[in-house]
C-alpha cells in the first residue's frame, strides 16, 4: 500500500523541504523584530518542526519496501517529537502576560492539526488500516498550511 503513495511522497517531499527553507528565510527578514517575542519564535520552531514532520514521514513513505507497521510506529513517534515544540509554543502563549495574545486560540491550534492528522495516521496505518495514508496525506497538507500561517505572522503581522 505504500508504494502507491510514492509520487504523492515524493511531491510533498520536495515541497515540505522547500518550504522549511523558505519559512527561515521569511523569520530571517524580521529577525530583530521575531526575537523580541518569545512566542513568535517558538510558534516558528513548532512550524518548522510540523514541516519536518511531514518531510519525514514523506521521506519514510519512499523507504523501498517499508513494512506498513513500521511506518505507522515511526509515523507515530516522529508526531511526537514534533508535538514538544508545538506544546512548548503553546504554553508560551498560555501564559504569555498580553491577555490579547491568550484570547486567541487560534495562534496555537492551528499547529496541533498537522501532528493530530500524523498520529491519527500513524495509529491507523499501524493497526492496518489504508485510511492512514489519507489521514497522512492531510497532516502533510495541514502542516504546508500552518507554517504559510506563521510565515505570514513572521513576514508581516510582527510589524504592525
Same mark, same amino acid.
Given at each position: 500500500?505504500?508504494?502507491?503513495? =510514492?509520487?504523492?511522497? *515524493?511531491?510533498?517531499?520536495? $515541497? +515540505? ?8 528565510? @521569511?523569520? =530571517?527578514?524580521?529577525? =530583530?523584530?521575531?526575537?523580541? =517575542?518569545? +512566542?513568535?519564535?517558538?510558534? &516558528? ?8 514532520? @511531514? ?10 519496501? #517499508? ?7 515511526? +509515523?507515530?513517534?516522529? $508526531? ?22 491568550? $484570547?486567541?486560540? &487560534?495562534?496555537?491550534? #492551528?499547529?496541533?492539526?498537522? #501532528?493530530?492528522?500524523? &498520529? *491519527? ?5 499501524? &493497526? ?8 497522512? @496525506? ?5 502542516? #504546508?498550511?500552518? @507554517? *504559510? ?12
Amino acid at each position: 500500500m505504500v508504494e502507491g503513495w =510514492s509520487e504523492f511522497n *515524493v511531491a510533498m517531499a520536495g $515541497a +515540505t523541504a522547500a518550504l522549511a527553507g523558505l519559512v527561515i528565510v @521569511a523569520a =530571517s527578514v524580521n529577525i =530583530s523584530e521575531i526575537v523580541k =517575542s518569545r +512566542t513568535l519564535t517558538a510558534r &516558528l520552531l513548532a512550524g518548522i518542526a510540523a514541516l519536518l514532520l @511531514a518531510l519525514a514521514v514523506s521521506a519514510l513513505g519512499l523507504v523501498p519496501g #517499508i513494512d506498513e507497521a513500521w511506518f505507522g510506529a515511526v +509515523t507515530v513517534v516522529v $508526531a511526537l517529537l514534533a508535538s514538544v515544540f508545538q506544546v512548548h509554543a503553546t504554553r508560551l502563549i498560555a501564559t504569555d502576560p498580553n491577555p490579547e495574545d491568550r $484570547a486567541r486560540p &487560534l495562534k496555537y491550534l #492551528i499547529g496541533f492539526l498537522p #501532528i493530530l492528522a500524523y &498520529l *491519527v495516521a500513524g495509529a491507523l496505518v499501524w &493497526l492496518g488500516h489504508p485510511a492512514g495514508f489519507y489521514a497522512a @496525506a492531510a497532516g502533510c497538507l495541514l502542516a #504546508i498550511l500552518s @507554517a *504559510v500561517v506563521v510565515s505570514w505572522v513572521a513576514l508581516v503581522e510582527v510589524l504592525r
